[in-house]
T-cell receptor, first 116, second 116 residues
Framework: DQQVKQNSPSLSVQEGRISILNCDYT??????FLWYKKYPAEGPTFLIS?????DKNEDGRFTVFLNKSAKHLSLHIVPSQPGDSAVYFC???????????????FGTGTRLQVFP | GAVVSQHPSRVICKSGTSVKIECRSL??????MFWYRQFPKKSLMLMAT?????????EQGVEKDKFLINHASLTLSTLTVTSAHPEDSSFYIC????????????FGDGTRLSIL
């Protein structure tokens, strides 16, 4: 049972445009959501997170939106750059983020390709 | 930034061999480390939560006698795949949570295990 889903396995975006990566979850107990970026043969790198008490969190070119009623979150990257090409995983946790010892449930990932 | 070192990065060995993978937090103390497994084009699946000085907590369906976890210090956790078989071939990734809190989990670069 996949509790965190990323229904788009891949996304191709032109440099300078906006990239929108989507993620859906089924467990209403999730309280904290994260996005990780992963290059081949490397471990995931933390990008940005959001607590369930917020609906938006922004960090530079990256913005995460959370719609709790729809159990949906999205990551916006603008402007997209070729270096953003990687696999992006969303993850959910029942914790509140402060206690980072809570386990993470990962989605299946979306491969983003940003072309010139 | 925080660094998690995972060793070895790649292992190729014969069926029946036991393989040990190390996960070290290099510049912080981690009371909790996590072990994940990733199949091709699939999500990172949490196998177990490794707690310093106590027994690991395994996820449902993960054989604790097959995947031995030891977390003897605040900077080192090991995963031993005992009597490995071809179906154990996978990408194994660890993550560590800074005991100081406030930071998301940091991941190692993973270990590609191939059992012949």
């Amino acid at each position: 049972d996949q509790q965190v889903k990323q229904n788009s396995p891949s996304l191709s975006v032109q440099e300078g445009r906006i990239s929108i990566l989507n993620c859906d979850y089924t467990n209403s107990m999730f309280d904290y959501f994260l996005w990780y970026k992963k290059y081949p043969a490397e471990g995931p790198t933390f990008l940005i997170s959001i607590s369930s008490i917020k609906d938006k969190n922004e960090d530079g070119r990256f913005t995460v939106f959370l719609n709790k009623s729809a159990k949906h979150l999205s990551l916006h990257i603008v402007p997209s750059q070729p270096g953003d090409s990687a696999v992006y995983f969303c993850a959910a946790s029942p914790g509140v983020g402060v206690l980072n010892t809570d386990k993470l449930i990962f989605g299946t990932g979306t491969r983003l390709q940003v072309f010139p | 930034g925080a660094v998690v070192s995972q060793h070895p990065s790649r292992v190729i060995c014969k069926s029946g061999t036991s393989v040990k993978i190390e996960c070290r937090s290099l510049d912080f103390q981690a009371t909790t480390m996590f072990w994940y497994r990733q199949f091709p084009k699939k999500s990172l699946m949490l196998m177990a939560t490794s707690n310093e000085g106590s027994k690991a907590t395994y996820e449902q369906g993960v054989e604790k006698d097959k995947f031995l976890i030891n977390h003897a210090s605040l900077t080192l956790s090991t995963l031993t795949v005992t009597s490995a078989h071809p179906e154990d071939s996978s990408f194994y990734i660890c993550s560590a949570a800074d005991r100081g809190g406030g930071q998301p989990q940091h991941f190692g670069d993973g270990t590609r295990l191939s059992i012949l």
